[in-house]
């Protein structure tokens, strides 16, 4: 029985790069694979998933209205498994139809992403993800401190934590780092005391 996969983390635990080594694997033993990232990710341009090691793959860029079963069942069905990059971005409704293809197809859906925003709020994708993925797996990063890692943190262009701002502003280590919530909140307190 296929099963819906959630596999998070917080920034830089290397998300990207195993979804991209479970694509090669799986294209290693001759099977179809669908790789999809939320068209929103136009970092690496708009179809490439690249991992910060350099790992790369075209993709399909899926916007946020767009249909993910009705792709799949009309476009993809020799595929014989999906892969979501950056899957915080889908929709909550793209998360069911990506469960509706597990059940009604029998092919494994693997999800990698963030579950949480610079404030540590949970993404809409993610949210659901939690709520109906039958498989959920955290891949560990770890903070400066030694602690596992757990917080997204958004820096300024002056490299200072933020707290402030819209869920969504993408990028990569020029913009995040990850962190222990307990070094998250010792900035948090810090830019409280200069205000």
Known sequence: MAKLY??????????????????????????????????IDKRDGETAVKSRIGLTADAIAVSDNQDIYKLYSESYRDCQVIIV???????????????????????????????????????????????????????????KCGAKAS???????????????????LGGNERY???CRKCWMKHKKEQLKKV
């Open 6 to 39: 959630f596999k998070y983390g917080a920034m830089g635990c290397s998300k990207t790069a195993q979804a991209l080594i479970t694509k090669f694997n799986y294209e290693e033993r001759n099977m179809k694979v669908m790789l999809i990232k939320p068209a």
């Open 85 to 143: 990059d950056e899957c915080q971005f889908l929709t909550e409704a793209q998360v069911d139809q990506l469960d509706a293809i597990v059940m009604d197809y029998n092919i494994p859906v693997l999800c990698f992403g963030l579950a949480t925003d610079f404030l540590t709020h949970l993404f809409p994708g993610s949210k659901r993800l939690f709520e109906i993925a039958q498989s959920i797996t955290e891949i560990k990063s770890v903070c």
């Open 151 to 169: 917080v997204n943190a958004r820096l300024d262009d002056n490299g200072n934590v933020v707290f402030s701002g819209e869920q969504v502003c």
């Open 177 to 179: 780092v990850a962190m």
